[in-house]
């Protein structure tokens, strides 16, 4: 899987947009942007993927450019409760070959919010 | 609907015990991963099963641990003889057929005196 390149934290006002960028420069046709986000103490959170396109959910927006070789998740109006470890992982597509969809985490964007 | 479940939410042993820790994945996912998180470290992979096929147990740091997965669905891992450098956070995430997507647990703290 292609590794990722995050800056190692951000802060951002309360109500605020957050924009975590994510660099995946060697990332392959097949694979995957995912991103998670790790809250003090609790289990990885699933926040949302994309391929090539845009993507929006409940959560969060995703950016890919046109290259895909990098990624911008948008917390579109960030509370202090966003405030965690945010991950960006290149996963190859289903069951990724040998690597059967195991999750490489690396350091991650430490997004602090703040009143 | 219900997330995945780790039980015990916390554990403390001592040195040399073994210890079994309890996931019950998401109903209906047919895969499951194994990871720990040491302090101040990211996840390590250690064990994934995928249905009826065998385990994935290349990321099993030593022999001392081993992991089942019974009727498809709840697993235990099982560290025996325990040492104070699997002191850790123990991860177990599912997936479902045809789907990237992992769903983590909540996690079990190990810690060993």
């Known amino acids: 899987d292609a590794k990722t390149t995050q800056p190692t934290s951000m802060d951002c006002a309360e109500g605020r947009a957050a924009n975590l960028p994510c660099n995946h420069s060697t990332i392959s046709g097949n694979e995957y942007v995912y991103w998670y986000r790790q809250i003090h103490s609790q289990g990885p959170q699933y926040i949302i993927h994309g391929l090539k396109n845009n993507e929006t959910n409940e959560m969060a927006s995703l950016i890919i450019t046109e290259d895909r070789k990098s990624s911008t998740l948008i917390l579109p109006h960030a509370t202090l409760r966003d405030t965690a470890v945010y991950y960006c992982i290149v996963v190859g597509g289903f069951a990724g070959g040998t690597s059967y969809g195991k999750l490489t985490f690396g350091q991650g964007t430490i997004l602090t919010v703040h009143p | 609907g219900a997330g995945v479940s780790q039980s015990p939410s916390n554990k403390v042993t001592e040195k040399g015990k073994d210890v079994e820790l309890r996931c019950d994945p998401i109903s209906g996912h047919t895969a499951l991963y194994w990871y720990r998180q040491s302090l101040g470290q990211g996840l390590e992979f250690l064990i994934y099963f995928q249905g009826n096929s065998a385990p994935d147990k290349s990321g099993l740091p030593s022999d001392r641990f081993s992991a089942e997965r019974t009727g498809g669905s709840v697993s235990t891992l099982t560290i025996q003889r325990t040492q104070q450098e699997d002191s850790a956070v123990y991860l177990c995430?599912?997936?479902?057929?045809?789907?990237?997507?992992?769903?983590f647990g909540p996690g079990t703290r190990l810690t060993v005196l």
């Open positions: 995430a599912s997936r479902q057929s045809g789907s990237d997507t992992q769903y």
